[in-house]
Nanobody, 121 residues
Framework: QVQLVQSGGGSVQAGGSLRLSCAASGDTSMRSYMGWFRQVPGKEREGVASIELNGRTRYADSVKGRFTISQDNAKNTLYLQMNSLKPEDTAMYYC???????????????WGQGTEVTVSS
């Protein structure tokens, strides 16, 4: 079993920055692959960034160069640093974990509770 507890998020003006955190606990082998997703009402959940235990990262084209995914293994925490935020980044953000490399497919078994990010123009 894996538990993911998110924090961070909130409201910011365009061009601003926010950092999301995702504190993980439970079976380490079940969270070898972790990712951040976002979802707006009426749309499918989309992958934003993913990271593997070896540190390999991947980003959606829409956030590349602006968002950074990282993990602090000592603190068992996943982060998403979001810079140069745009109104189109407004969404509910979720962290996810699994032992399988799903990348940007929303098949992860474990999910955080979600945190809202609102970017105003």
């Amino acid at each position: 079993q894996v538990q993911l507890v998110q924090s961070g998020g909130g409201s910011v003006q365009a061009g601003g920055s926010l950092r999301l955190s995702c504190a993980a606990s439970g079976d380490t082998s079940m969270r070898s692959y972790m990712g951040w997703f976002r979802q707006v009402p009426g749309k499918e959940r989309e992958g934003v960034a993913s990271i593997e235990l070896n540190g390999r990262t991947r980003y959606a084209d829409s956030v590349k160069g602006r968002f950074t995914i990282s993990q602090d293994n000592a603190k068992n925490t996943l982060y998403l640093q979001m810079n140069s935020l745009k109104p189109e980044d407004t969404a509910m953000y979720y962290c996810a974990a699994d032992r399988i490399a799903y990348g940007f497919l929303a098949y992860y078994e474990y999910w955080g509770q979600g945190t809202e990010v609102t970017v105003s123009s």
